[in-house]
Nanobody
């Protein structure tokens, strides 16, 4: 059974930091791009960041560029999202995703597998 098991997240203060982790089970982890999306109440799910197969190029949305950092550890089947300088507008449910594409225009279309989501709440 394919699963993306998420951990991390929670609550942080404005300017604080949190780390999200996502471990893939049941598929060949290194063959897919891994990424993160988020969805705030009343809004559409939006792409946050992704990283290509191996240690390939990555993508960041303009809203998180310079504050978030994505990394993958293929031997552990895990992808991480380090979130620094958090803002209240980063508050959302964050979803891990495995897909066949990572780059400009990254969206939900090529996503093959989804995690269940984890809440991130940033207070001012």
């Amino acid at each position: 059974e394919v699963q993306l098991v998420q951990s991390g997240g929670g609550m942080a203060q404005d300017g604080g930091s949190l780390t999200l982790s996502c471990t893939g089970v049941g598929f060949t982890f290194e063959d897919l791009s891994l990424g993160w999306f988020r969805q705030a109440p009343g809004k559409e799910r939006e792409a946050v960041s992704c990283i290509s197969q191996g240690v390939g190029p990555s993508y960041y949305s303009d809203s998180v560029k310079g504050r978030f950092h994505i990394a993958r550890h293929n031997a552990k089947n895990t992808v991480y999202l380090q979130m620094d300088s958090l803002k209240p507008e980063d508050t959302a449910v964050y979803y891990c995703a495995a897909s066949e594409f990572c780059g400009s225009g990254y969206d939900t279309t090529p996503v093959k597998y989804w995690g269940l989501g984890t809440q991130v709440t940033v207070s001012s």
